[in-house]
């Protein structure tokens, strides 16, 4: 579909973009023929569009010249008169439009006041309250004329724009990275408006191109500074309502692709709306759109499945959800966290050898969003398991038999999982990351840190499987709460399976064997659908005490039996 739908139009009381520019005076004055700006016309140089058109009026420049259009000193006004008195050409009539068109062209030719007239918004109208020009401007008191400088200008600003010849023009690409779960009704049609009226309200012209149940991106045109500024009021304004009813701010705004410069993008002044029916039209419409731009199917990224449709349920005996079916296809699920098999083996080796590794990698997330993503822990350690270690971990995960979904929403949560409380594991790993662990968070909290949780679950993604967008749960007892996620990588020899945080930007990491990602519960990202092989990952968590209470890390599992421990 392509267009704002007529429904839409209704509801949002949709028009054209910015106000009425009515007079060519005050800051709009460099609008008006009455404005000094040298100009070159057919091989003669003059003071303003004025005089070159009426010059126009002669056939040769000798004649122009003659008659002293091109004299720096000539005024507007005498610059008129004159024409009104010049022997008229013939073929005036038929040319004078063109003459202007041309005279226009020649004068926003200058960058200064070329982007002066991108700036511009909405209609310009050349009114007037005095002596009336019914041809090119408006009678603003009699409601009369053409107005057909206006709308020349219009249609140059236009032009400028489509064929790219805005030297201060940014084109950027967004994904509206809302959780899978939520795409598959589509976006909602007061969304889309709000995103737009956001837009023009900062001069920009764009599109919004969906492919619904799988993605929704957001081209936009203009210079950076008003770019900025959209940017700016979706993530600080109410944009929408959240699952409650309430109004929320936009968080899961991604930036794809962003280019400056001469850019020759199909993207005007307008903002638009395109539905398109699958992955390979929409990967041609955002390119058509930007200008045939050769990473524009990079950034997109790996195609998006679409999502299941009516996924049904089975309840157990006592009304419990015990197994999902999607598309015929019956997964058990795996519901229950309040117990685990214990293994009490050192997988790691004695804990007293354990060595302390380096502080890791920090994950470059954009703190450019303050207290949605900045000041958050994540960082990377590559060897945190050697490579036999990382097998045996695959061996007792499929020893327990981890055939059951991590959850039961398919558009979600979407994994074969199994529980296992190891403590000596725990231990083992945290002496191996007491470099790379705050020894106390969040900062200023007098929170102590207490160590690596005893709790390992397994992850099992098979092809199709996935974790989509979503921040990490924390567990909270007597002895303190977890804030940090220790996500380990088992193997390789799959596809798919990054694990990626968003925040400004994707910031994807590469799982490799025995690579631990340590990050902030509030951090979100994702598991990338896994599309051949199949991974293997643990998830633990890192705990603190409760605020003043000091507890030196090294065995906190087995100084409490267990209990923090298990969640």
Not at 223 to 236: A, L, P
Not at 438 to 464: A, I, W
Not at 488 to 494: E, I, K, P, Q, S
Request: aromatic content about 8%.
């Amino acid at each position: 579909m392509t267009g704002w739908r007529r429904s839409e139009r209704r509801a949002t009381g949709y028009s054209e973009p910015g106000e009425k520019v009515e007079r060519f005076q005050g800051p709009h004055k460099f609008l008006s023929n009455f404005f000094w700006s040298e100009l070159r016309f057919e091989g003669l140089s003059y003071p303003s569009v004025e005089h070159a058109f009426q010059a126009a009026k002669l056939r040769s420049n000798k004649e122009r010249q003659a008659w002293g259009f091109t004299e720096p000193k000539l005024s507007f006004g005498d610059a008129k008169r004159l024409g009104r008195q010049v022997p008229l050409r013939d073929d005036w009539k038929d040319i004078r439009e063109e003459v202007m068109a041309q005279c226009l062209a020649a004068k926003f030719s200058d960058p200064v006041l070329r982007q002066r007239l991108l700036a511009t918004q909405g209609q310009l109208v050349d009114g007037h309250s005095g002596s009336p020009d019914l041809v090119w401007g408006y009678h603003i008191p009699s409601q009369q004329g053409e107005n057909r400088l206006g709308h020349m200008l219009m249609d140059l600003r236009s032009k400028l724009y489509d064929s790219g010849e805005n030297t201060d023009s940014t084109v950027v690409l967004y994904h509206l990275d809302w959780p899978v779960k939520c795409l598959h009704d589509g976006l909602p049609a007061a969304y889309a408006a709000r995103i737009r009226d956001f837009a023009q309200g900062a001069n920009l012209g764009g599109c919004i191109a969906v492919l619904p149940r799988r993605r929704i991106c957001i081209a936009l045109r203009g210079s950076s500074t008003d770019v900025e500024s959209w940017e700016r009021r979706m993530r600080t304004e109410h944009v929408d309502v959240n699952s409650r009813g309430k109004p929320c701010r936009e968080r899961m705004l991604v930036e794809l692709f962003r280019r400056t410069g001469s850019i020759r993008s199909t993207l005007g002044r307008t903002f638009d709306y395109q539905e398109v029916p699958d992955w390979a039209a929409l990967c041609r419409c955002l390119s058509g759109l930007l200008g045939e731009l050769p990473d524009i199917a990079a950034a997109l990224g790996p195609e998006v499945p679409e999502l299941p449709r009516n996924p049904r349920y089975v309840t157990g005996p006592a009304g419990e959800r015990c197994a999902v079916i999607i598309h015929g296809q019956r997964w058990e699920l795996c519901l229950n966290d309040a117990t685990a098999r214990a293994v009490g083996e050192a997988l790691l080796g004695p804990v007293d050898a354990q060595v302390a590794l380096g502080s890791g990698e920090e994950i470059p997330l954009n703190a450019s969003c303050g207290g949605i993503f900045g000041g958050k822990f994540a960082r990377e350690l590559e060897g945190l398991l050697s490579p036999d270690e990382c097998q045996r971990l695959i061996k007792l995960s499929e020893g327990q038999a981890s055939n059951r979904s991590k959850g039961f929403n398919p558009f979600a949560h979407f994994a074969l999982r199994c529980l296992v409380d190891a403590p000596l594991v725990a231990q083992a790993l945290t002496r191996r990351l007491r470099r790379l662990l705050p020894s106390e968070y969040p900062p200023q909290s007098g929170r102590q840190l207490l160590g690596v949780n005893q709790r390992l679950r397994f992850l099992k993604y098979v092809p199709g499987m996935h974790h989509s967008d979503h921040t990490d749960c924390a567990h909270e007892d007597e002895a303190g709460r977890s804030f940090l996620t220790v996500q380990l990588y088992l193997n390789d020899r799959f596809s798919g399976g990054r694990t990626t945080f968003i925040s400004d930007r994707l910031v994807p990491i590469e799982p490799t064997p025995g690579k631990a990602a340590i990050f902030d519960h509030e951090l979100y990202h994702r598991g990338q659908m896994v599309t051949s092989g199949v991974k293997y990952a643990v998830r633990m968590d890192v705990s603190y005490g409760a605020p003043g209470a000091f507890e030196a890390p090294g065995a906190p599992a087995e100084r409490r039996k267990g209990r923090w421990g298990r969640k």
